[in-house]
């Protein structure tokens, strides 16, 4: 999936990170585009990140983490199974740029 925010210049991607690595991230970072589990949510409202929100989409709790996300704190959600999925994550970054 990284290979989707190829033409997005300011945007970078990352496999697996440990801990360490999460917490040197989330202290330069100004938006994440992250999936919707409970704890990673938590922990990028705890830096202040804003977040485009990325459903597994086989998942319920996921989806309904990032609704509340979005009701609360203005947070963004796509939908990876929307057609135009890279126009709205476009729009997305451009909204929190």
Not at 18 to 31: A, R, V
Not at 42 to 53: G, N, P, R
Not at 72 to 86: A, G, K, L, P, W
């Amino acid at each position: 999936m990284s290979t989707l925010f190829d033409k997005f210049h300011h945007v970078h991607t990352y496999g697996f990170l440990g801990q360490k690595e999460m917490g040197e991230l989330y202290n330069i970072c100004d938006i994440a585009i992250t999936r919707g589990g409970t704890t990673s949510l938590a922990e990028q409202k705890l830096y202040d990140i804003k977040q485009i929100i990325v459903p597994i989409p086989r998942t319920h709790d996921q989806y309904d983490n990032a609704k509340r996300y979005v009701r609360c704190h203005n947070d963004v959600m796509i939908n990876q199974r929307d057609h135009d999925f890279e126009t709205q994550l476009a729009n997305a970054i451009k909204h929190f740029k």
